[in-house]
């Protein structure tokens, strides 16, 4: 892979926090009339892409070390807890919870109350983005 424009890197790790190419565009220098043309041709550009690609490669790889090691750790808790000189049920159940949870095996039921507008929230969105 060639080396990016200076400009090209700052589109690429801006359209990576928020995968907004418009902002993305802009926070890069591109004219805010030509930003939605200019993240389509950056976003097909195959520098571009190819250092977009390899970016999150490496998250990927970042969060799963991270996950690895908090699930060995809590592997590590829970045999601490069973091996105690007094038994420690309770920790041993919760480590086991807790990596049940992480790995998606267990979800949270959260009840959301209230009214909202969907025309209100997408005029919010379109504002947010202008």
Same mark, same amino acid.
């Not at 049920?89 to 267990?106: D, H, I, P, R, Y």
């Given at each position: 892979? #060639?080396?990016?424009?200076? /400009?090209?890197?700052?589109?690429?790790? +801006?359209?990576?926090?928020?995968?907004?190419?418009?902002?993305?565009?802009?926070?890069?220098?591109?004219?805010?009339?030509?930003?939605?043309?200019?993240?389509?041709?950056?976003?097909?550009?195959?520098?571009? &892409?190819?250092?977009?690609?390899?970016?999150? &490669?490496? $998250?990927?790889?970042?969060?799963?070390?991270?996950?690895?090691?908090?699930? /060995?750790?809590?592997?590590? /808790?829970?045999?601490?807890?069973?091996? $105690?000189?007094?038994?420690?049920? #309770?920790?041993?159940?919760?480590?086991?919870?807790?990596?049940?949870?992480?790995?998606?095996?267990?979800?949270?039921?959260?009840?959301?109350?209230? +009214?909202?507008?969907?025309? /209100?929230?997408?005029?919010?969105?379109?504002?947010?983005?202008?």
């Amino acid at each position: 892979m #060639g080396k990016l424009r200076p /400009n090209h890197k700052i589109f690429a790790d +801006e359209w990576l926090i928020d995968r907004n190419g418009k902002r993305a565009a802009i926070a890069a220098g591109f004219s805010h009339k030509t930003a939605e043309q200019q993240a389509s041709r950056l976003l097909t550009s195959v520098k571009v &892409k190819s250092y977009i690609d390899e970016r999150l &490669k490496d $998250a990927q790889k970042r969060r799963e070390e991270t996950l690895d090691d908090i699930l /060995n750790e809590l592997d590590e /808790n829970r045999k601490a807890a069973l091996c $105690a000189e007094t038994v420690q049920a #309770g920790a041993a159940n919760q480590a086991t919870m807790s990596k049940a949870k992480l790995l998606g095996f267990v979800t949270e039921k959260v009840e959301i109350t209230g +009214e909202i507008s969907l025309a /209100n929230e997408i005029a919010k969105a379109r504002a947010r983005v202008q």
